[in-house]
């Protein structure tokens, strides 16, 4: 059985995906902009959401087809209805994904997935 962990990267933009030391798959994010940037530090999965529930919900929300929300309130992984906003510093500190990658990752891993975000 997979021991999944994710580790993101605010300077790279990138989720990476790990079955213990071993990547798995990596993906393109969009995280925080400098007022509203994205917490580093550890956290878990506490809740998945999928299209048309995700938070705070409904089709063509801009947290697209898929919510994960992190240990820190108000804070998640979830998809887009702005493509164009991945690999940039735009959020309000959430980590976007494209929606087929969100889902995905969804997919892979579960409820109390820990969740490391670095600056480097």
Excluded at 34 to 54: E, L, M, Q, R
Aim: proline content about 8%.
């Amino acid at each position: 059985m997979p021991s999944y962990h994710i580790r993101i990267s605010i300077s790279k933009l990138k989720l990476y995906l790990f079955d213990g030391s071993q990547l798995v798959r990596s993906f393109p994010v969009a995280l925080g902009k400098i007022a509203t940037s994205t917490p580093y530090g550890d956290f878990t999965i506490v809740s998945k959401v999928p299209y048309p529930n995700s938070y705070p919900g409904g089709p063509l929300s801009a947290f697209g087809t898929y919510w994960m929300g992190l240990s820190k309130p108000h804070y998640g992984i979830h998809g887009t209805n702005n493509p164009t906003s991945i690999g940039k510093y735009v959020s309000h500190g959430c980590i976007r994904m494209y929606n087929h990658d969100v889902e995905t990752l969804a997919k892979l891993v579960s409820i109390g997935t820990p969740v490391n975000i670095r600056r480097v």
